[in-house]
Structure formats: structure tokens, C-alpha cells
């Protein structure tokens, strides 16, 4: 179920800030009529943080419902409190995703026995399939393989979504976690790197932008396609930097913007893009015809 490509998507807001419900059904259509293979709301791509609990359930519900079953949805509800997310992945449930997405805990900075625990607390509370999320850049804590390993015991840890940057990571967790533990890409730059050592796909924010592409790419890797899914890495490659050459997901709503599919609004404390970064994703979307 867990393979391909998932966008990590944005959430829309109005220009009061408010929760923009039709656009999020647009981005939601683009997505299913562009390839893909499913639909992650609600991390940080989807700006999390800046979200009220009112405000997360309701993106999680109104996804589940409009995509109706078109593709697995894989919902964001990790925090740095255990009972918070918790919580989340409880509604998760209720609403009808297909699993979770789950940060290690930020700024608290657990050890590697406490990120076990909060892993495990969440997998044995709700029964639902569980993708674990590290990302140690953003998070200052990195869950190491032998953890990932211990916790791919249970049978609702299932994957791993992988974004230390660290090409070496996935090779680890691959070859020591179980045939079926799913490896997901957290970085574009690295999906195919990450596929051609056992990978199952990514967890894209290039697909905000650009859905079919990496749909492609992931299924010409499965397919056997090496030369085709190595194009479309290459020609994917100036958006994959570019849209995270400020802090995610500013470029990746201002490239929404600039294709006239979003007012680009942000919350605090994420700022508009400096112009001269603007310029250079406005070149960049131009020379991948996106506008």
C-alpha cells in the first residue's frame, strides 16, 4: 500500500488565514488527476505546528473524504508530546486513514529509549499502521536504525520515512529491518538513491508542484524503466533544490502561487520569500514549464 509517490502536502489558508476548504479539494484533485500514488496531510510541509487541533482534524477529515478511497492517505500526527499525539492518531483512525506519519518528538530531545517508547506507547494504543518520520534537521533528534530496527517488531511500525540526508540511513534500515518495512524518500533529492538501494517511493514535496513527474519516476524505478526514472530525476533535480532553498514549505506555496493555484499565504512565523529567492524559483518554474 505504502509505495510510490505521497505528496506532502501544503495546507491552503484564505487571506484572513483562516482554512481555505475549497482549495485544499482542489490541490486534492490535482493531485489524484496528476498520478499520485498518495496523500500525506498534514506535516510539516502541511505546516503542522501552526495548526490548531480543530483546524488538523478537520484537514485529515476533508482529505479522507475527498479522496475517498482514490488513494491511501497517510496522515501527519506526530508532536513532542506523547499524549498529543496520541490523540491525533487517535482521529486518524476514527477518520478513516489509511496510516500515520510520526515526527521523532522536537526540542525535548528524547533518548534513543524514549523515542522507543513514544513509538511504542502510539502502536500499542491504535491500531493502524504507523510511518515513522526522521528528520533530525529540523527536529534536533535523530532516531537511529538500530532503534528503527527494534521498533519495526511491532506490527503496526511499518516504514520509515527517511530525510537525514544521509544516503547511507536507508541502507542501514533496509538491511536490518524486516522484507515488507517500507523505506519512503523524505528528501526529492534523494528519491532515487534511496530506490536503488530497496526504497519504496517518497514522500514528496516536489509532487506539490509537480505530481506526475515523480509519480513517473517511482513507477518506471518499479518497473525496471532505470534509464526513464533516472531522466526524471535529472529533470526534476532544479526543483528539488529550489523549493527548499528556503525553509519548507515557503518556496513550495509561492511555486503554488506562481502557477495560480494558491495565494501563496503563510503562517507565522514563516515570512514571504526574499525577492532575489523568488526570482530564482520564478526562473527555475519557468525553465520546468510549470508557468
Excluded: W
Amino acid at each position: 500500500m505504502f509505495e510510490g509517490s505521497f505528496v506532502a502536502l501544503v495546507t491552503p489558508f484564505k487571506d484572513d488565514e483562516s482554512l481555505d476548504e475549497s482549495k485544499l479539494k482542489e490541490l486534492l484533485e490535482f493531485q489524484i488527476e496528476g498520478g499520485t500514488d498518495g496523500i500525506v496531510p498534514c506535516g510539516t510541509t502541511g505546516e503542522s505546528p501552526a495548526l490548531s487541533d480543530e483546524e488538523h482534524n478537520r484537514v485529515v477529515d476533508l482529505t479522507v473524504q475527498t479522496v475517498d478511497g482514490r488513494a491511501p492517505v497517510i496522515a501527519g500526527t506526530g508532536s513532542n508530546s506523547t499524549t498529543h499525539t496520541l490523540h491525533a492518531t487517535e482521529h486518524a483512525k476514527a477518520a478513516g486513514a489509511d496510516g500515520v506519519l510520526i515526527v521523532t518528538p522536537y526540542y525535548n530531545k528524547p533518548t534513543q529509549n524514549g523515542l522507543y517508547a513514544h513509538y511504542m506507547k502510539i502502536a500499542d494504543s491504535v491500531d493502524i499502521p504507523i510511518i515513522i518520520y526522521n528528520v533530525p534537521g529540523r527536529c534536533g533528534t535523530d532516531i537511529l536504525s538500530e532503534t528503527v530496527a527494534r521498533l519495526a517488531e511491532h506490527p503496526n511500525i511499518v516504514g520509515l520515512k527517511e530525510a537525514t540526508g544521509q544516503l547511507n540511513r536507508a541502507s542501514e534500515v533496509i538491511s536490518m529491518c524486516p522484507d515488507d518495512f517500507v523505506v519512503l524518500s523524505g528528501d526529492d533529492v534523494n528519491t532515487l538513491p534511496i530506490l536503488s538501494v530497496g526504497g519504496r517511493g517518497v514522500i514528496s514535496v516536489v509532487a506539490n508542484v509537480a505530481p506526475a513527474p515523480i509519480a513517473e519516476m517511482c513507477s518506471a524505478f518499479k518497473a525496471g524503466n532505470v534509464d526513464v526514472a533516472r531522466k526524471l530525476h535529472y529533470e526534476t533535480m532544479p526543483l528539488a533544490v529550489d523549493l527548499f532553498i528556503e525553509t519548507n514549505p515557503i518556496p513550495a506555496k509561492t511555486a503554488l502561487m506562481l502557477m495560480g493555484k494558491l495565494n501563496g499565504k503563510l503562517r507565522l512565523p514563516l515570512a514571504p520569500m526574499t525577492p532575489a529567492n523568488l526570482e530564482q524559483l520564478r526562473r527555475t518554474m519557468e525553465h520546468t514549464n510549470l508557468i
